[in-house]
Each structure stands twice: as structure tokens, then as C-alpha cells.
């Protein structure tokens, strides 16, 4: 776990630490396997979810057995960091019309 991801985590709740861990060393689970795997109640599982995509330490994907369920995995550092910088705004070109011209009788 890298020193950006503890920042992140630290003010979250026990819970959301926990999904984490078990996401971030093993890989992607679905919300039954986090419930599963880190005996908490399902409930849980998706308030920390939840917390932890608001964050931005972990991504929703759809379930390539069953496209109702969705699964969770952690978000690279280096993904991170990429969506963290803004992005640059172009200014609209001075020979694009941005107004419709009206006609005059």
C-alpha cells in the first residue's frame, strides 16, 4: 500500500480500511465475496464501498459471469495521480460563430 493510499484511508471508518486491505492484496471481488472475505455484513460492505469509490481508491466494473453484480478493485497509485490533475480547457476558436445569426429585414 503506497503513502497516498494511507492518507486517503485515514479518515475513514474501520470498515472501509478493511475492504480495502482485502481488495487491494487480493484482487477484485464482488460484494458478496468483500462480505464473504472480510466477514462483515453486506450492509457494511456497501456503505464502505461507497466511501472508498468517493474517495477514489476503488472502481466499479460490471460482473463478466453475471452483468446484474457489479465488482470492486483498487485503483492504481498512478491511475490515481492521473485523474488528480486537472484538465486544460481549450478556449473556443475566434473563427468558430459561438452566437446564430439573425437575419434583418
Known amino acids: 500500500m503506497d503513502d497516498s493510499a494511507r ?3 485515514a479518515p475513514l471508518p474501520p470498515s472501509a ?3 480495502y486491505y482485502v481488495l ?3 484482487g477484485r471481488f464482488d460484494q458478496t465475496g ?5 466477514r462483515l455484513s453486506t450492509r457494511t460492505v456497501r456503505f464502505a464501498v461507497e466511501k472508498l469509490t468517493e474517495v477514489g ?3 466499479e466494473g460490471l460482473c463478466p459471469r453475471d452483468a446484474r453484480r457489479s465488482v470492486y478493485a483498487p485503483v492504481s497509485e498512478s491511475e ?3 485523474e488528480a490533475e486537472p484538465e486544460a480547457v481549450s478556449e473556443p476558436d475566434a473563427e468558430t460563430p459561438t452566437a446564430t445569426a ?3 429585414d
Open 34 to 38: 468483500l462480505a464473504e472475505e472480510t
Open 57 to 59: 481508491l476503488v472502481e
Open 17 to 19: 480500511k478493511l475492504v
Open 7 to 9: 492518507e486517503l484511508l
Open 80 to 82: 490515481r495521480s492521473g
Open 102 to 104: 439573425v437575419a434583418e
Open 24 to 26: 487491494d492484496e487480493e
